[in-house]
């Protein structure tokens, strides 16, 4: 199956930041026309908002994908810094394309680049997807159906106040493909963790 992206046009992207709930962090997404690739960064802080703190950008408009027989999602990366980043899927969005997205179950999945140049191929298996809403385990949620993903988004989130997600990020991405690889098992070594209460369960 051909990639998803590349082609890369800013047209198809936009911030989601935690600014939407008064936050500071900031995002952009860049698009290296030489190397044919993107580049998601900006600088997350959870200070503003007591240690919750997100810095996104999402496909603009409803998609149509359907990735039915293929087992996963390949992300090819130039680069990037030490940070958790978590690949977003929806199946259901607003209506009206609003940045209201907290309202539906978003399918996560988190990888770490292996370092700031390295070229670096991630393999994000659909069933290891994790349903999530408002930044909380979304334990009665369907599975992901693949054969109706209208949305994706890439996002760096604090993982309420952990240190080392902190400051700027740069994530550099060559291309996303449905593939028929296996993959491997996510990075949810901070999903568990406690959510403290004043955090109303946003990241």
């Known amino acids: 199956m051909a990639p998803i992206f590349p082609p890369w046009?800013?047209?198809?992207?936009?911030?989601?930041?935690?600014?939407?709930?008064?936050?500071?962090?900031?995002?952009?997404?860049?698009?290296?026309?030489?190397?044919?690739?993107a580049v998601f960064s900006g600088v997350l802080d959870s200070r503003t908002l007591g240690g919750a703190g997100f810095a996104s950008f999402r496909t603009t408009g409803t998609k149509s994908w359907?990735?039915?027989?293929?087992?996963?999602?390949?992300?090819?990366?130039?680069?990037?810094?030490?940070?958790?980043?978590?690949?977003v899927l929806?199946?259901?969005i607003p209506?009206?394309?609003?940045?209201?997205?907290t309202s539906t179950v978003s399918y996560e999945y988190n990888f770490t680049?292996?370092?700031?140049?390295?070229?670096?191929?991630?393999?994000?298996?659909?069933?290891?997807?994790?349903?999530r809403y408002r930044g909380r385990p979304a334990t009665d949620a369907p599975p992901l159906d693949i054969s109706r993903v209208k949305r994706m988004s890439f996002m760096v989130r604090s993982f309420f106040g952990k240190p080392e997600q902190e400051g700027k990020f740069r994530l550099e991405i060559e291309s996303v493909s449905p593939t028929t690889k296996e993959g491997?098992?996510?990075n949810d070594e901070w999903e568990n963790i406690d959510t403290p209460p004043a955090e109303k369960g946003w990241w």
């Open 9 to 37: 046009n800013s047209a198809d992207w936009t911030p989601q930041n935690d600014s939407l709930r008064g936050g500071s962090s900031t995002s952009a997404l860049t698009i290296i026309s030489g190397r044919n690739s």
């Open 66 to 87: 359907d990735w039915s027989g293929e087992n996963g999602l390949e992300i090819k990366l130039l680069g990037g810094n030490k940070r958790v980043f978590t690949l």
């Open 90 to 92: 929806k199946t259901d």
């Open 95 to 101: 209506e009206d394309d609003s940045d209201n997205e």
């Open 113 to 131: 680049p292996s370092q700031d140049t390295a070229e670096t191929t991630i393999i994000a298996p659909f069933p290891s997807f994790k349903p």
């Open 184 to 186: 491997d098992e996510d």
